[in-house]
């Protein structure tokens, strides 16, 4: 999962299972991002079921039917669309993606300088934002500073 922009996703060379290179807009931190096994394999599965469609050789992970790159809009109208067709009450757009993403790193516990980092975010008051809703960041807080007392003492 890579917590991409929707421009950045619709313009994403596929690169063949190797690390993408996510170059980040606005002046964010660009970075090479590894591929999970999973994710190759998927990548794989959709390029061989795309070798029948028109402009299959296509270096584009998600292409319009001329062989370009999938648009802004198309990706917004596919993305909405598929929310309605799964019955669910509220207005999705591509954007709640990333924004999942971030929720999933800072509910796994991962530090928020690297979430930071993963989301391209060169400031980290919009990577907080993620991490400040878990209150599950609390729990065991004093077990985890009285463990790290007691061995700083000894």
Not at 38 to 63: C, D, G, M
Not at 126 to 147: C, E, K, L, P
Request: hydrophobic share 35%; proline share 3%.
């Amino acid at each position: 999962m890579w917590c991409l922009k929707i421009t950045q996703l619709c313009t994403t060379h596929h690169n063949r299972g190797r690390p993408i290179y996510i170059h980040r807009l606005k002046k964010g931190f660009s970075t090479t991002h590894p591929l999970l096994n999973k994710e190759v394999q998927a990548l794989k599965n959709w390029l061989s079921i795309r070798t029948s469609y028109p402009h299959a050789e296509s270096e584009w992970v998600f292409l319009s039917r001329k062989g370009n790159p999938l648009s802004r809009q198309q990706f917004y109208h596919i993305i909405s669309t598929s929310g309605g067709n799964a019955g669910l009450s509220l207005e999705i757009h591509p954007h709640m993606l990333r924004h999942s993403c971030g929720f999933a790193l800072a509910n796994m516990g991962i530090d928020t300088r690297l979430i930071q980092d993963y989301l391209g975010h060169r400031n980290i008051r919009h990577t907080v934002w993620y991490t400040a809703s878990n209150a599950g960041r609390f729990y065991g807080i004093w077990d985890r500073a009285r463990g790290r007392q007691r061995h700083a003492v000894l």
